[in-house]
């Protein structure tokens, strides 16, 4: 799988927009790219994914560069429950195998 | 909203003791999936199981390590002897046919070695 790079650690304040970015500079084209966050002490959990376009779901939105070599997760209203570590994984589908490879992720402190 | 269950939360166990770590997936879902997260540790992949078989299984999955359907509700792990190092939290994972899907993973077992 593909390598992704994050920053190790961001804050936001509450109720305002937190975009977290990944950069995935050697993506495939049959690579998917997924966002899962963990918050403490407890397991991963899917937030979104896309391959191309641009998704929105009603945790986040996920913005995909033309050139697919970055993506930003979108968070529109921070909220303290938002405080997690988010790890963005990319997968290639084709390849036969469905595990995550999951890295260091960003961790994300919201600010009252 | 239907959700992956695991029991027990903590295991506390003695080195060179079997242990059991029971997963009740999503009842629909096909793919099953074991990870563990070593304390201050990235998550880290074991074994995915479809059709009562392994699919998948990463160099941490050894001869140590077992899995099992025993039923049509629990998926299983299986260590058979524990070393220090197997204390971890240890997370199980489903997914829909097919596993292209997103993965939903439990609050994940607390199993402590001493």
């Known amino acids: 799988d593909a390598k992704t790079t994050q920053p190790n650690s961001m804050e936001s304040n509450e109720e305002e927009p937190v975009h977290l970015p990944c950069n995935h500079s050697?993506?495939?084209?049959?690579?998917?790219i997924h966002w899962y966050r963990q918050l403490p002490s407890q397991g991963p959990e899917y937030v979104i994914h896309g391959l191309t376009s641009n998704v929105n779901n009603r945790m986040a939105s996920l913005a995909i560069a033309e050139d697919r070599k970055s993506s930003t997760l979108i968070l529109h209203r921070a909220t303290l429950r938002d405080a997690a570590v988010y790890y963005c994984i990319l997968r290639d589908v084709t390849s036969g195998t469905y595990k995550y490879i999951f890295g260091t992720g960003t961790r994300l402190k919201v600010l009252a | 909203e239907p959700e992956v269950t695991q029991t027990p939360s903590h295991q506390v166990t003695q080195m060179g003791q079997e242990v059991i770590l029971r997963c009740v997936p999503i009842?629909?879902?096909?793919?099953f999936y074991w990870y563990r997260q070593i304390l201050g540790q990235k998550v880290e992949f074991l074994v995915s199981?479809?059709?009562?078989?392994?699919?998948?299984k990463s160099e941490i999955f050894d001869d140590q390590f077992s899995v099992e359907r025993p039923d049509g509700s629990n998926f299983t792990l299986k260590i058979r002897s524990t070393k220090l190092e197997d204390s971890a939290m240890y997370f199980c994972?489903?997914?829909?046919?097919?596993?292209?899907?997103?993965?939903?993973f439990g609050p994940g077992t607390r199993l402590t070695v001493t």
């Open positions: 199981f479809y059709n009562n078989e392994i699919s998948e």
């Open positions: 994972a489903s997914s829909r046919d097919p596993p292209s899907y997103e993965q939903y």
């Open positions: 009842s629909n879902h096909l793919y």
């Open positions: 050697t993506i495939s084209g049959t690579d998917y």
